[in-house]
Structures are given as structure tokens and as C-alpha cells.
């Protein structure tokens, strides 16, 4: 099975800056597209952003279209998520997700799924 770490979060100002990264434990993981989701409280959980295999396929959600940039190093093996012009109602927990299906936003096409980390958007 797939391990995805995700790192980065974190308390930030409206206005600010903040770039999110998901580590992938399978030496494979340039087979894999790659998403971004995220879940406030109280609400369902939403896509954000995706990349394929081929980084310059990409898919952004209507809300961060334009402030937020997705990428991936697969030497590294890490997706990047890199957020800015950050907002309150960005505050959530953010899911590193893996699939095979390219940049899709139906979360029931991923196949793996990391562990969250927070984010918080103070006004």
C-alpha cells in the first residue's frame, strides 16, 4: 500500500502564503495522478487541485482557480500544493490523494489517501 505524509500546514494571516507538500513512500509514483482535497468542519469533503502524470495536466477547483498552484517532483516523489493570496474560508484539513484515473475530482477514483494536515486562515 501507498504511504502519503503530508507536511506544510499550518496558522497563516489572510493575505499570506503557504505551500503544502505530500511525500509518496511508492518508488512508483510517477504512475500516479495526484489530488488535493480539503474538509472544514461541518462540510463535505471538496476537491482542490490535481495533476496527472504529465505536470502540465492540471485541474483546479473554481475557488482557488488563480491563487493556488499544483506540482509534483517525481524524484522526490512529492506533490506540492503551494497556496496563495490565502483566505479565511480556505481553512480545512487538506488530503494528499493518489489515483489512477488522471485529474479527476470524484475523491471514489483515488486510491490512496494521506493523513491530513490543518490549515487555519485567521482574519
Known amino acids: 500500500q501507498v504511504q502519503l505524509a503530508e507536511s506544510g500546514g499550518g496558522l497563516v494571516q489572510a493575505g499570506g502564503s503557504l505551500r503544502l507538500s505530500c511525500a509518496a513512500s511508492?518508488?512508483?509514483?510517477?504512475?500516479?495522478?495526484m489530488g488535493w482535497f480539503r474538509q472544514a468542519p461541518g462540510k463535505k469533503r471538496r476537491f482542490v487541485a490535481g495533476?496527472?502524470?504529465?505536470?502540465?495536466?492540471?485541474a483546479y477547483a473554481d475557488s482557488v482557480k488563480g491563487r493556488f498552484t499544483i506540482s509534483r517532483d517525481n524524484v522526490k516523489s512529492t506533490v506540492y500544493l503551494q497556496m496563495n493570496s490565502l483566505k479565511p474560508e480556505d481553512t480545512a484539513a487538506y488530503y494528499c490523494?493518489?489515483?489512477?484515473?488522471?485529474?479527476?475530482?470524484?475523491?471514489?477514483?483515488?486510491?490512496?489517501w494521506g493523513q491530513g494536515t490543518q490549515v487555519t486562515v485567521s482574519s
Open positions: 490523494a493518489a489515483g489512477l484515473y488522471g485529474t479527476t475530482s470524484d475523491d471514489k477514483l483515488y486510491t490512496y
Open positions: 511508492d518508488r512508483m509514483f510517477s504512475n500516479y495522478a
Open positions: 495533476i496527472n502524470v504529465i505536470p502540465g495536466s492540471k
